[in-house]
């Protein structure tokens, strides 16, 4: 079964750090382009940023370039996404998604997403 | 940045009603455009990809027209399982943008 795991949310203090992890399974991780998606309570979906299946290859919201950073381990199957200087406009439900090709395409498979809170 | 503008940002309809959600992008994008469907506390499911491939396993109620720069997305007989929130994307070239979401309600 083709599926996406996150972890790593929980409640960090502005400007702090936290780094999320989506371990896939059922599919070949490294031919396809996997991406982070947020969604603030009760707004709409954001996308924040995508890894090509070689992992060379990224691209990030203007919103978070500079402060998050995602990579992947295609060893273990896990994308990642590490979040620093965290602002309290970050909170939000992430998900982890997977493309349709292996630098772009539409997203096929989400995961059930992990919220990150940001508040002192 | 190409922008996704969706219309209208929700709709109340009958059940058996044909909806149809419209979304602009500012520049063309072939038809590198996507159909989400997020029902209440769930995850978005694709519905439709490449403007008008539906995605296997969508019931054929869905379709999806257009290309450039304006798309549409169709429910031609509305069932009270549809109630969501419709999200168009670009995936064109990154940023991968959302459209803001269309709420369908039942009337």
């Known amino acids: 079964e083709v599926q996406l795991m996150e972890s790593g949310g929980g409640l960090a203090q502005p400007g702090g750090s936290l780094r999320l992890s989506c371990a896939a399974s059922g599919f070949t991780f490294n031919s396809y382009a996997m991406n982070w998606v947020r969604q603030a309570p009760g707004k709409g979906l954001e996308w924040v940023s995508v890894?090509?299946?070689?992992?060379?290859?990224?691209y990030y919201a203007d919103s978070v370039r500079g402060r998050l950073t995602i990579s992947r381990d295609n060893s273990k199957n896990t994308l990642y996404l590490q979040m620093n200087s965290l602002r309290a406009e970050d909170t939000a439900v992430y998900f982890c998604?997977?493309?349709?090709?292996?630098?772009?395409?539409?997203?096929?498979?989400w995961g059930q997403g992990t919220m990150v809170t940001v508040s002192s | 940045d190409v922008q996704m503008t969706q219309s209208p940002s929700s709709l109340s309809a009958s059940v058996g009603d044909r909806v149809t959600i419209t979304c602009r992008a500012s520049q063309g994008i072939s038809n590198y455009l996507a159909w989400y469907q997020q029902k209440p506390g769930k995850v978005p499911k694709l519905l439709i990809f490449a403007a008008s491939t539906l995605q296997s396993g969508v019931p054929s109620r869905f379709s999806g027209s257009g290309s450039g720069t304006d798309f549409t997305l169709t429910i031609s007989s509305l069932q009270p399982e549809d109630v969501a929130t419709y999200y168009c994307?670009?995936?064109?070239?990154?940023?991968?943008?959302f459209g803001q979401g269309t709420k369908v309600e039942i009337k």
């Open positions: 890894s090509s299946g070689d992992g060379t290859v990224t």
């Open positions: 998604a997977k493309a349709g090709g292996s630098y772009r395409g539409a997203f096929d498979i």
């Open positions: 994307q670009k995936y064109n070239s990154a940023p991968w943008m």
